[in-house]
């Protein structure tokens, strides 16, 4: 499969300070890829690179197969973008706006009605197409700019914070609905609420200081978390094959001497029968500690170590 | 092309949403109107004495010509205030990236903004060509003199609105949009003021001047030379104008 987005050594520098550096990813159909970093990391400056805003220092970005900086308007052609701040013409209505940004998409007079109405359905903007985007509230202004992004139905959507200043209910909505588009488009969003990228994400891409420090699938990822860890030291040492046949143990490892992680399926807590069993044995328990980690922990551990 | 149209409309149809561009509207025609009628009334008082006059000046020479050099200098003080907002305003509330994400070219944000502001510049030209227009019913008019006049004050206009984006292309703030535009066009307005003083004419100002120019093709003489003058005058601030806008990825 073709990827929709790649990007090459992307670095961008504001004078001296580098805030992007040297990153490279890609981006298929079918992915939607959360975009993840403390304030400061680079997660905007990255967007707007990609969103043509923001000419890169060095590097290269490809959408749908277009170079971005040398025919930048057939790689825009395939691109939606709802920026940190929506640009929304307040002065239009929420119908107004959305035709003008069909024009400017280059969709035909025939066309423009039926996806209007369409996109206005998707984003659940009914009861308010027809007021002025300066009264709409904080959240409806945030839904009449994804409308914005996915109007023209692009390959590529990028979403920079999508869900801020939402309700519940509502971002309970465009997670369905990003989710949705994710399945035949590529969507790239960026976000610092991390259940967010656990329930619409398929891939995670953390990023501090300008690097990519984490890039997997989200798969690999609630593996890494649905795996719980025992800290086991010992006076003597212990025989694995008995511990093992401890039921949702899953694996072993000894990190020291007399020292194991025993990782188990979070299914189930084998703990009481862990140190049951050691102590049954006679392997002489001292010290039984348990190892969390949620993707809080991952985020935190991962942007420290850099910082 | 068909972008830049639509960029062009929505630019034309937003001014008319703000009362900006009807208090505009409105406001010169009352003070147009009023010298417009002055001319008129002086126009009544020396006729007898100009048709004994061999070769005396005409309706049009008193009357329009006037007219449309005082609408040239207010012009002059409105047509910053039209064109202040036109990128700065977007570059503010965040709504360029909307057309720098869009598959449309710079020239099409910088053409299409121009001629939207240039629509509503030509409505109110249009407006004040309308009045002497209305003498036709009691009187008549140079025809070729009326139309050099018209003429002078549309290529006028489009030069000043030329000026007026590119300043708001580069401003931070449409306020200082608004002054830095003046203040250009003051100043090539009043460039060829230096040569009132004999013996220090300079070619140069001469022909930078846009006064002079303007009040060339007023007299009733089309000059290429004139006519290259605007053209050049309003490709030179566009272009610099869509450079600047290109430039805006780079910096910040």
Known sequence: MANLIEVENLSRYYGKYCVVNNISFTLAKGEVVGFLGPNGAGKTTTMQMLSGNLAPSSGLIKINGFDLLNAPLKAKRSLGYLPDIPSLYKDLTVQEFLHYCAQLQGITKQAIYPIIDKTVERCSLQTVSKRLIANLSKGFQQRVGIAQAILHNPEVIILDEPTVGLDPIQIKEIRALIKELGKDHGIILSTHILPEVQETCSHVQIINNGKIILNESIFELNRTMTQGCLQVITRTPVDNTILLAIPYVTRIEEIAHNRHNIHYSMKGNPTHQIAETIIAKGWGLEEMTPIKKSMEDIFLALTQVES | ?252
Not at chain 2, 107 to 120: E, N, P, R, V
């Open chain 2, 1 to 252: 092309m068909s972008v830049t149209l639509v960029i062009a409309t929505r630019e034309f149809k937003s001014l008319f949403l703000s009362p900006l561009a009807w208090s505009i509207l409105a406001a010169l025609q009352v003070i147009l109107g009023y010298l417009f009628l002055n001319q008129v009334e002086t126009f009544t008082l020396i006729q007898a004495k100009l048709v004994g006059m061999e070769g005396a000046p005409g309706l049009t020479d008193i009357v329009v010509t006037p007219l449309f050099s005082n609408a040239g200098i207010i012009l002059l003080l409105v047509t910053p205030l039209l064109t202040m907002r036109l990128i700065c305003e977007e570059r503010r509330n965040k709504t360029l990236s909307l057309l720098l994400s869009a598959p449309i070219s710079n020239s099409d944000i910088i053409i299409g903004k121009y001629l939207g502001t240039l629509g509503l510049l030509l409505v109110i030209v249009a407006l004040i060509a309308l009045m002497p227009l209305f003498l036709l019913m009691g009187g008549e008019l140079d025809n070729g003199k009326f139309f050099a006049n018209f003429l002078a004050l549309n290529l006028l206009v489009a030069g000043f609105s030329a000026v007026g984006l590119f300043m708001s292309t580069v401003a931070g703030h449409p306020t200082v949009a608004a002054i830095g535009s003046i203040g250009i066009l003051l100043l090539l307005w009043i460039l060829d003021w230096t040569n009132s003083i004999k013996d220090q004419r300079s070619e140069l100002f001469e022909y930078l001047s846009i006064l002079r120019h303007f009040q060339a093709i007023q007299s009733g003489q089309i000059n290429s030379m004139d006519l290259c003058y605007f053209v050049l005058f309003i490709a030179t601030f566009l272009l610099l104008s869509i450079r600047y806008l290109a430039n805006e990825r780079f910096q910040k």
